[in-house]
């Protein structure tokens, strides 16, 4: 094996060594280690990122299990060597892959890290790990996941935590949002089916359908010109919850990449969009994003919490505030998370999410709505989030949300877990500005 080698267990090693070691995202990570190589056969590709993706979401179990085969903790410059023993590790308990081709194989990445003192190392601790007959359990599915994660998921919710854990280490279905608009569901289940490709409709989201079997979204008929976009479920309530009419101005507070805005534009006409967000980069996600469904909205790159920087004036009838979060409640399809997240993030970004819902509070409209949503399950950005904000504002009242199927409800807002529905983890409030007097308590 070379440097610059398409073997999918040594790509694996680069792209979990920008995520472990350098802190990248995976998404960034398996991307950047792609544009180096050209990778043809399919079947190696999807071992590539099979590896990467399964030793991320697995990787705090695995270090528990491979603890006691070393007889002394690896030096910090062989994280090489600890993430090597975790791709044999994975493939032996997670993979059909037969165990000595799944050794063998992983042996071959020591030499191609120019260590081949490691030889006897890696083979040695594989090769006892098999004998032993050493598995995975399903303990191992919180073991999987970061001690202060254990810890706040616990505490959160003591009645669901062993499902958490479990759904987040489940693999997430690839959903799609039909434009009801141009095609309906059973006509779209039916293109699908053309295309030899399975799918259903969700059990709750009208404009949500399910394929049996992710595809590339090349092969999803109706991607090309918006009839179809990828989106979990969970996401697709937000348009809806708006509850948005002709002519409003409404305000798409933290947009990118613009899954909601396109939403938002499919199911309203006629509506005064402005798509905000702060990231340049990102707010070009959105412009490909409207291009492909040859729509228009006018973009802003600007701090949410600032509106008196890029506010132009006039009061908005309506804001998603979809903020930036721990995105504990994507797991399943991020499981990186696990390993970039810090506990210390939570509290700055419980801030950041504060600052953002003050800035936005003062653009709109008395009689408007603002709906919070967050991708997270925890308690602090969400629930406990509304509850500071219900508390500092007199001319805010939580609207409920009783009347609605899917999630649980909570004494503020409603929280959707990973997996419930087949969703993902998400987490909704709708906040309704009322003027200073009117307030119902
Ligand atoms: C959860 S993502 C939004 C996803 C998007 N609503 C969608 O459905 O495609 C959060 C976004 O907020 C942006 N953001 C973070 N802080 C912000 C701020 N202070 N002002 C505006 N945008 C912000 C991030 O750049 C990121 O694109």
Redo the contacts with the bound molecule.
């Keep these: 094996m070379k440097p610059g080698s398409t073997n999918p267990r040594a790509l694996a090693l680069q792209s979990l060594l920008l995520v472990i070691h350098d802190g990248r995202s995976l998404d960034d990570a398996l991307a950047t280690v792609l544009t180096d190589t050209a990778v043809c056969d399919a079947r190696d590709l999807a071992l590539y990122q099979e590896l990467s993706k399964g030793v991320c979401r697995w990787y705090f179990a695995l270090l528990v299990l491979l603890k006691p085969y070393l007889q002394k903790p690896l030096k910090a410059k062989d994280v090489d060597l600890e993430i090597i023993l975790l791709i044999g590790l994975y493939q032996i308990l997670m993979m059909r892959i037969e165990d000595h081709a799944a050794v063998n194989e992983t042996v071959k990445l020591v030499l191609w890290r120019k260590k081949p003192w490691a030889k006897g190392l890696v083979n040695g601790v594989l090769r006892q790990l098999i004998r032993d007959g050493v598995e995975i359990k399903p303990e191992h599915d919180e073991a999987s996941y970061p001690q202060w994660m254990r810890d706040t998921i616990s505490t959160d919710w003591p009645q669901n935590h062993q499902d958490i854990f479990r759904a987040g280490n489940c693999r997430a279905p690839m959903t799609l949002r039909v434009d009801t608009r141009q095609r309906s569901i059973a006509e779209q289940i039916e293109c699908l089916a053309d295309r030899g490709l399975v799918a259903s409709a969700h059990e709750l989201v009208e404009s949500a359908i399910e394929l049996d079997t992710p595809s590339p979204v090349s092969s999803v008929e109706g991607f090309d010109t918006g009839q179809v976009s990828v989106q979990d479920a969970a996401?697709q309530i937000?348009a809806v919850l708006l509850d948005c009419e002709p002519g409003m101005r409404v305000l798409?507070?933290?947009?990118?990449?613009?899954?909601?805005?396109i939403h938002l534009l499919q199911v309203n006409d006629d509506l005064d969009l402005i798509a905000?967000?702060?990231?340049p980069a990102?707010l070009k996600m959105i412009e490909q994003n409207l291009a492909r469904i040859n729509r228009q909205a006018r973009l802003i790159c600007?701090?949410?919490?600032n509106p008196q920087v890029w506010h132009e004036g006039g009061l908005f009838d309506r804001i998603?505030a979809?903020?930036?979060?721990s995105a504990s409640g994507v797991i399943r399809r991020h499981p990186d998370i696990k390993l970039l997240r810090r506990a210390s993030d939570i509290a700055r970004l419980v801030q950041?999410q504060r600052?953002?819902l003050d800035g936005l509070w003062s653009v709109l409209k008395p009689g408007g709505l603002m709906l919070y949503s967050t991708?997270s399950i925890f308690k602090q950005e969400n629930e406990r989030q509304i509850e500071w904000f219900v508390d500092k504002y007199d001319n805010c009242t939580e609207q409920s949300l009783n009347s609605v199927r899917w999630g649980e409800s909570r004494a503020l807002g409603r929280q959707i877990f990973p997996g419930q529905h087949n969703m993902d983890g998400f987490y909704y409030a709708c906040l309704h500005k009322v003027a200073i007097g009117n307030k119902q308590d």
């Design positions: 996401a937000a798409d507070a933290c947009a990118a990449p613009g899954g909601k805005t905000l967000d702060q990231n990102r600007g701090d949410a919490a998603l979809d903020v930036p979060c950041q600052n953002i991708c």
